[in-house]
């Protein structure tokens, strides 16, 4: 007899994850390391400490420590929003009639509203262990830059973020979020560094772009003493410490006695779906487990189903090192009427890597398809997603649409990332039939790999 499995299963305190899992350690063959822009020889640990601190430097290059303690002090804080639920969407399963038993893992239970919360933690307490005296980061969307807001008036640390203006103007609210937990909030480009006077001369009525933020961030960064730049997605640390989703997940699982067939993520720098599917790629890899893992992107900006694997800089201002990963080009800009996250050019390298190998496969899709599943999902499961969060919701029903019409009784695992309240403006668009799907031509892409650095390795 199986048991029946609830709707929301959570973990007690006990179970929750004590050690992060580093999926590098388990990897065949290794990312390719990152370049120094000016020698284009492989970075050190030590290379890295100007632009973060120590202890996440070394993370960032730490390839073979497989299971890394967690703080206490990270460990209290999590509990105060970890752990979080696995959820049998068992009405979805029924509106689709499918055989498949679907399951999400949800991360939009804190103020935040998304996963990011479990790296901005982990990143601001490295800091003020090293006796840092600030921190600095840009934020587009404004989830990122909430998150660590939050983090950071935990832990008692000063934070300037540099905001997208033009989602510095259409989301005030955001702003306000993040002026509660007592962040800087400047509308970048703006006059208080030398690179947005510049930008500002060059472009008076410019809106900004994530570039310019992180070109304005780095610069704070590195011109004020005691304090770091920090970044939310991509990079090898943030993978590691959203590796808890996928741990609490397996264990859940576990308790359930359940397995996945399929894990599905959506993919913007890589983070969430590389933490989700750390301990099940794990198992693929060690164990040879036969599970598919399919990453979903945007069809506006689609870095791993067309862009090439290639060294690139992680910034469109190229300030940053170079790193080896499916890209469209640091210059790529997405179209403007793309709703909310998943813009950015490149991709995890560890991700990168998995995919290159033919470990994991990608899917992308035009958001009003994205926002349709984003309805029906609302509808049954009463959670109303974000729309990064939404194309895992419509790589799922595809999976389980594929269920029924084979008749397989698979398992579906999906991470649904956040929730939805500050992208209105995406759902209202949607519903009044103005959303546009924009997908770029080769020719627009061709500009952007027409830009890619010219490295031989
Ligand atoms: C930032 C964000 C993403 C995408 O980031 P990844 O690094 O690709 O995980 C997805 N969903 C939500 C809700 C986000 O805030």
Redesign the pocket.
């Known amino acids: 007899m199986s048991k029946k499995i609830p709707y929301r299963f959570y973990l007690s305190e006990d179970q929750m994850p004590k050690q992060w899992y580093n999926l590098r350690a388990d990897m065949k063959e290794q990312p390719d390391p990152l370049l120094n822009p000016a020698t284009l020889q492989p970075l050190k640990e030590e290379d890295l400490y100007p632009i973060f601190c120590k202890e996440l430097a070394h993370q960032e290059m730490d390839s073979e420590t497989r299971y890394i303690d967690i703080p206490e002090e990270i460990q209290e804080m999590y509990k105060i929003y970890r752990p979080s639920p696995l959820i049998r969407a068992y009405n979805l399963e029924k509106e689709l009639d499918t055989p498949a038993k679907i399951y999400y893992k949800f991360?939009?239970n804190n103020t935040s509203?998304?996963?990011?919360l479990n790296s901005a933690i982990a990143q601001a307490y490295y800091a003020k262990k090293q006796g840092l005296t600030s921190l600095t980061t840009e934020t587009g969307?404004g989830?990122?830059g909430t998150a660590l807001s939050e983090a950071c008036a935990y832990f008692g640390i000063p934070l300037t973020v540099y905001m997208v203006k033009c989602s510095y103007e259409q989301k005030p609210f955001r702003k306000a979020v993040m002026q509660t937990f007592d962040a800087d909030v400047i509308p970048s480009p703006s006059d208080t560094t030398v690179v947005g006077r510049k930008i500002l001369a060059e472009n008076p009525g410019t809106t900004g772009s994530l570039g310019c933020a992180i070109s304005e961030a780095v610069e704070k960064a590195t011109t004020t003493e005691g304090c770091r730049y920090v970044l939310?997605?991509?990079l090898n640390q943030?993978l590691l410490h959203?590796s808890v989703i996928g741990l609490e997940a397996k264990t859940a699982m576990e308790l359930l006695e359940e397995y996945p067939d399929v894990v599905v993520g959506?993919?913007?720098?890589?983070?969430?779906?590389g933490g989700l599917i750390a301990p099940f790629m794990r198992d693929k890899i060690v164990d040879n487990k036969n599970i598919r893992i399919v990453a979903v992107e945007p069809a506006s900006c689609p870095s791993f189903t067309r862009g090439k694997y290639a060294y690139d800089f992680c910034d469109t201002g190229m300030v940053t090192p170079m790193a080896k990963m499916y890209t469209l080009g640091s210059g790529f800009i997405p179209s403007a009427n793309h709703a909310g996250?998943?813009r950015?050019h490149g991709m995890?390298p560890i991700l990168s890597k998995l995919y290159h190998d033919g470990l994991m496969e990608a899917v992308s899709y035009e958001q009003t398809k994205v926002f349709e599943a984003a309805k029906l999902f609302a509808r049954v499961e009463t959670i109303l997603p974000?729309p990064?969060?939404s194309h895992a919701i419509k790589g799922a029903i595809d999976e389980a649409l594929k269920c029924k019409e084979t008749g397989e009784e698979k398992t579906i695992l999906f991470g649904l990332?956040?929730t939805g309240y500050f992208d209105m403006t995406a759902y209202s668009a949607f519903h009044d039939g103005t959303m546009i799907d924009y997908i770029p031509t080769d020719e627009d892409l061709q500009k952007g790999f027409d830009k890619l650095p010219k490295i031989d390795r």
């Open positions: 991360e939009g509203g998304s996963h990011k969307a989830q990122w939310g997605s991509v943030v959203q959506c993919a913007g720098g890589g983070s969430n779906l996250g998943l950015y995890s974000a990064e969060s990332t956040g």
